[in-house]
């Protein structure tokens, strides 16, 4: 459900009210804990959900939102709706809110981070610290316009290792096990909706300039700020 689906998380409910989400990040703890199919065939998302489930209302403002997923590194939300259910607010749905932006803004006017590279040298464990470490979802082949995401590693864990069923020592794996995918090329002159646009229509949706890396993270701080 989770990788079929355009969104990054998954909100677990108790009695039809939501409790907590779950997701890439959630899964990726628990494969460092335990890196056997008993992780997936015994475990309930209750017992590794994220309760800090950010719940928004209609009058909550742009910048309130973005000051929880500051503090909670997660760009996503609900909010109640017309149909006593509840609507999610992500990171894809802000793109979709700037690609209508008219502002002069530039891709260039994006602070610039420092890139978090690996080479196929890495073990999937390398891969997965690295990525909690440096507090990031993608990390950069070396040397290659390649990267791999916490969702990449899901796909194969699900499509290829049948929830590591098929595997062991999934942990000490080499890299070059997954299919890697390409960010977009992009200039740097770029406007900022027309990266929204582009990022929109993307599976992975992950920009390169000639010295700088872009995610749906760096936009939406940005259509956050002054």
Known sequence: ???ESFTDSLVVTKDAYPVGLVGGIELLD?????????????????EIMNDKLAIITKQTKL?????????TRRAFAIMPN???GYSVVSARKLLEIGALLETNMRVSEIPKKRII?????YTVKEIIVSMFENKTRKLILESVSLFISDRIITEKIVNDLNYLRKVNNFL?????IFKLESPKIISEDIEIPEACKIMSDM????????????S?????????SE
Do not use: C, E, R
């Open 203 to 214: 599976l992975h949706p992950y920009l390169m300039t000639k010295d700088q890396i872009i």
């Open 30 to 46: 628990g494969v460092l804990k335990n890196p056997t199919s008993d992780f997936f065939d015994n475990t309930l998302v209750g």
């Open 82 to 84: 017309q149909y006593h």
């Open 63 to 71: 910048s309130d939102l973005l000051k929880q997923w500051q503090q």
């Open 1 to 3: 459900h989770h990788l």
């Open 117 to 121: 590279t690996f080479t196929k040298d």
């Open 172 to 176: 000490n794996m080499k890299a070059d």
């Open 216 to 224: 749906p993270w760096d936009i939406v701080m940005i259509l956050g």
